[in-house]
């Protein structure tokens, strides 16, 4: 009965979401396994959520969808986001991650709702958020700059705070460590990462979850130069309600990249031709380095 249960979808509970979207006009939006709400939603007047905001609900049944979640979670405080991670097949995942405006709130939604009976049987399991919010790259060329790596990948993708980069024994060329703005932008950046590269760059890198190790991921590494650019605000995702189905990747996580022509020379060139206005100060490299540079129309 369970194991029926997990692969046929509810019309009922369906039909139920449905409905509640329409008559509250809530926006969902599907992407890459994930149905997500907020980030902001409308009309939030508070401020950008920080470290220990965000809590990680486990155990809920695969057909249960936003239209009881977020009410229960929402009794708590408003709801900055809230994440509802999704099969292909119109089922939830059985977690979903649900983001507040404090961390006194996200505590709140800890302490009152983790055991909570949503239907026979199936009490939620909440907790806090680990947020991972940094990638490690590896495979990178020996002589990366961390200035034009950085250039690169907020050509690439969106969400990107600060990089540093390691080098040393054991370690293949040059590794380094990317810290997002949130975990949502490192997890879109993760899966697309590895594709770009090799598509800009004919480079095979890695790309993986940092280990966070001793210190806190919501805290930058002490102990690395870290490159500084003014931070980037998300882009708000959204779709018409009756929808609720999984769009293509939104354009704005992997866009026409901006990539400064000294890193195209370090390895080896882009792929494709693109149309990159060369970055300040390019027409003042010596002769010899602006012939082997790159002509673009």
């Known amino acids: 009965m369970d194991y029926e249960r997990s692969q046929v979808l509810n019309p009922v509970r369906v039909q139920a979401l449905e409905t509640w979207v329409k008559n509250t006009k809530v926006r969902l939006t599907q992407v890459n396994g994930q149905r997500r709400y907020g980030g902001p939603p409308e009309r939030w007047d508070g401020p950008v959520p920080g470290a220990r905001c965000e809590v990680f609900i486990s155990q809920i049944p695969r057909d249960t969808y936003e239209d009881l979640l977020i009410p229960l979670f929402s009794s708590v405080g408003p709801l900055w986001e809230f994440r ?59 002589v990366t700059q ?26 293949e060329g040059v590794s380094a460590i990317v810290v997002f703005t949130s975990h949502y932008a490192a997890s879109m950046a993760k899966k697309m990462l590895v594709e770009a590269f090799k598509k800009h760059f004919s480079l095979s890198v890695s790309v993986k979850w940092q280990s966070s190790g001793k210190p806190s991921p919501e805290e930058p590494m002490p102990s690395q130069k870290a490159f500084l650019p003014s931070p980037t605000k998300l882009p708000r995702l959204l779709v018409r309600p009756k929808h609720l189905s999984q769009p293509s990747l939104p354009s704005p996580f992997l866009r026409t ?30 002769p010899p380095l602006l012939d082997r540079l790159p002509h673009y129309p």
């Open 84 to 142: 509802l991670m999704m099969n292909f097949s119109g089922q939830n995942r059985g977690f979903a991650y649900a983001k507040y405006g404090s961390a006194a709130v996200a505590t709140e939604a800890i302490r009152t709702l983790n055991g909570y009976l949503i239907e026979p049987g199936w009490c939620l399991s909440v907790r806090r958020s680990t947020e991972k919010r940094q990638l490690s790259m590896g495979g990178l060329p020996p």
């Open 146 to 171: 961390q200035e034009q790596l950085l250039q690169v990948l907020r050509g690439l993708v969106e969400g990107v705070e600060r990089v540093s980069l390691k080098a040393g024994l054991g370690i």
């Open 257 to 286: 990249p901006c990539i400064p022509p000294g890193f195209c020379r370090t390895v080896g060139g882009p792929t494709a031709q693109l149309q990159i206005p060369p970055p300040p100060g390019f027409y003042s490299l010596p």
